[in-house]
Nanobody, 117 residues
C-alpha cells in the first residue's frame, strides 16, 4: 500500500487549498487516518484525524476539515482561511490496529504548503 499526497502550493493569507492523499488500495482497511504537518525547524504535529470521530488541533479548528472518500480511496484536508503559520510540509498517515496495542502506520511523502503574508 502506498500513499500519495498532493495539493500543496503557494497561497496568500486568507486563501484556501485542498490536500489529497490517494491510497493504492482499499481505504476501508484502515482504522484511522490523519494529516500531520512539519514546519521548518519544528517537530511534526497532528493537524487532524478521522476514525472513531474527527479531531483537530486547536490551531486549525473551524478552518480545516478532514474527510474520507471511500469510493476513490482518498483522504482530504480542506484548508480555509490560511495563515502564514500554516506554512509546513503536510503528511498523510494511515493507522491499522494489530494484535493488542500494536499499531501499523504508513506515511505519505509530504506536500508543501506555503502561505504568504
Amino acid at each position: 500500500v502506498q500513499l500519495q499526497a498532493s495539493g500543496g502550493g503557494l497561497v496568500q493569507t486568507g486563501g484556501s487549498l485542498r490536500l489529497s492523499c490517494a491510497v493504492s488500495g482499499s481505504i476501508s482497511r484502515f482504522d484511522g487516518m490523519a494529516w500531520f504537518r512539519q514546519a521548518s525547524g519544528k517537530p511534526r504535529e497532528l493537524v487532524a484525524s478521522v476514525g472513531g470521530g474527527t479531531n483537530y488541533a486547536d490551531s486549525v479548528k473551524g478552518r480545516f476539515t478532514i474527510s474520507v472518500e471511500n469510493a476513490d480511496n482518498t483522504l482530504y484536508l480542506q484548508m480555509n482561511d490560511l495563515k502564514p503559520e500554516d506554512t509546513a510540509v503536510y503528511y498523510c498517515r494511515t493507522e491499522r490496529h494489530l494484535k493488542g496495542w500494536q499499531r501499523e502506520y504508513l506515511w505519505g511523502q509530504g506536500t508543501l504548503v506555503t502561505v504568504s503574508s
